[in-house]
């Protein structure tokens, strides 16, 4: 079996870290240029601001109080509350916004009630495996409704300068790994392989690293017109 060995753990603890710092780009980009964004923008870079401090948070008590359950269920709700927003505001049909706004609300009252009435946020309490599975489902929906709305729009935008794009980007792909491996991690923690665990979240804490390079690239391209695509132009007379 695969065991934990001193330069795997060692491994995940340096990308941990690095992780948590890489945060620190798109909070400075978003709160340097803040007037210049546009509300969905400054709701991303809220968000950014919630998760560096509470992933702060999660570190300090984690070395300190060994603890650190009710932080990363705090980041948790806010993460999707924060990027769910952005969508919001962004969607132009209100049957889009309903649905995406009813998922949001199922959200939180599950959240609620897995880490508060069922004892979550306690160290031995059961895992919040619905909140995890509920937050990709949410994000996703909001993602997939947004690139439904550019299609239908038919645009001739360069994407890969898009801002809403490479976030939408960032938030598939990290809360897709994210999902699995806290998930996964939550059911495997008492007899599973301690190095399989530990090369999860190593994956994770790279999903994290380019999560936050999309975030600050899109902070970046909208905060600096001049640098993106010219206006957008209809694809069809």
């Known amino acids: 079996m695969l065991q934990p060995v001193p330069w795997l753990v060692a491994l995940a603890k340096q990308l941990n870290l690095f992780s948590l710092a890489t945060c620190l780009v798109p909070l400075v980009i978003g709160l340097r240029y803040w007037s210049r964004l546009e509300r969905p923008l ?24 060994h603890y650190n359950i009710a932080f990363l269920h705090l980041l948790t709700v806010a993460e999707t509350l924060g990027f769910g927003t952005t969508y919001l505001l962004v969607l ?6 309903r649905v995406l706004l009813g998922l949001l609300g ?19 309490g059961p895992p919040n495996v619905a909140t995890f599975a509920l937050q990709f489902i949410v994000l996703l929906t909001a993602v997939l409704l947004y690139f439904d709305q550019i299609l239908h729009e038919l645009l001739a935008i360069l994407l890969e ?9 960032g938030v598939t792909l990290y809360y897709a790994g994210t999902v699995l491996v806290n998930i996964a991690a939550e059911y495997m923690r008492d007899g599973a392989d301690p190095g399989i665990i530990w090369i999860m979240f190593i994956v994770q804490f790279i999903l994290l690293i380019f999560f936050n390079t999309m975030l600050a690239t ?9 640098r993106q695509p010219r206006p957008e132009l209809p694809l069809t007379q």
């Open 92 to 97: 132009r049909h209100h049957t889009q916004r």
């Open 42 to 65: 400054r709701i991303v870079a809220l968000t950014v601001v919630a998760q560096a401090s509470l992933g702060l948070l999660s570190e300090i008590g984690r070395y300190f109080w």
């Open 106 to 124: 199922l959200f939180l009252g599950v959240a609620v009630y897995e880490s508060i009435i069922q004892g979550g946020y306690r160290a031995d």
């Open 161 to 169: 300068r898009d801002p809403l794009f490479l976030v939408s980007v």
């Open 218 to 226: 899109a902070l970046w391209y909208a905060s600096h017109p001049s």
